[in-house]
């Protein structure tokens, strides 16, 4: 493998003598396997704008959050073992904004994180408007899921493999972050989780035919 190109959010690699099925597995599980922070449950406190409940919640929870893949763990493998959650799975997000004399865009820069690691990729995604007086209180929490859970945990925008120059023994694979980890840090990921499944399928197929 050769790193053609990268920076924090896109990475190119040169596969060479690579079957085209191990590219794509790798090409799948960043979309679908490598896990990210999105927000997923949302509790309204006050909401007078003319935006409903609903459509605030789900517009939040497409919100991409930088993530820290050493800290923190899938809900389903926190010893917490609570639907409430813990420090080890779950971040909260508090969004508290009045308008005052003029209308106000409520932006992704307004809601304050509990945990520094864990926040907004960019301060000017917007979430709704404000028309004088009116209010938006509320507490988000996010916690790590997959892409094949809900696109709000997809890792990438974009991940493809295509021929280079026609030539069938060379690969390239394409991947573009939506910014909660770096590209590079996806890919990695991605070998990790083909590289364990390989061994799992290893071990099982062992044990089926020690019975056998």
């Given at each position: 493998m050769e790193i053609l190109q990268k920076d924090d959010t896109t990475l190119r690699?040169?596969?060479k003598g690579t079957d085209r099925c191990y590219?794509?597995?790798?090409?799948?599980?960043?979309?679908a396997e490598v896990p990210v922070m999105a927000i997923d449950d949302v509790i309204i406190v006050d909401n007078t704008s003319i935006v409903y409940d609903e459509l605030i919640a789900h517009r939040?929870?497409?919100?991409p959050l930088?993530?820290?893949l050493s800290r923190f763990v899938l809900p389903k493998e926190c010893s917490c073992e609570s639907e409430q959650g813990?420090?080890?799975?779950?971040?909260m997000l508090v969004l508290d904004v009045v308008a005052g004399d003029k209308?106000?865009?409520?932006?992704?820069?307004?809601?304050?994180?509990?945990?520094d690691d864990t926040k907004p990729i960019s301060d000017q995604i917007p979430i709704l408007k404000l028309a004088p007086g009116q209010k938006i209180k509320l507490e988000a929490y996010a916690k790590l899921g997959k892409g094949k859970d809900h696109a709000k945990w997809q890792a990438t925008t974009v991940a493809v493999v295509k021929d280079v120059d026609?030539?069938?023994d060379a690969l390239e694979l394409y991947i573009e972050s939506v910014g909660s980890l770096k590209a590079e840090e996806i890919f990695s990921r991605a070998l990790e989780i083909l590289g364990k499944k390989v061994d799992d399928l290893k071990t099982t197929a062992e044990g089926l035919a020690s019975r056998g």
């Open positions: 690699v040169l596969m590219a794509s597995a790798i090409r799948r599980i960043a979309i939040l929870g497409l919100i930088t993530t820290d813990c420090s080890n799975c779950r971040v209308v106000r865009t409520v932006f992704s820069g307004d809601m304050i994180s509990d945990d026609q030539n069938k």
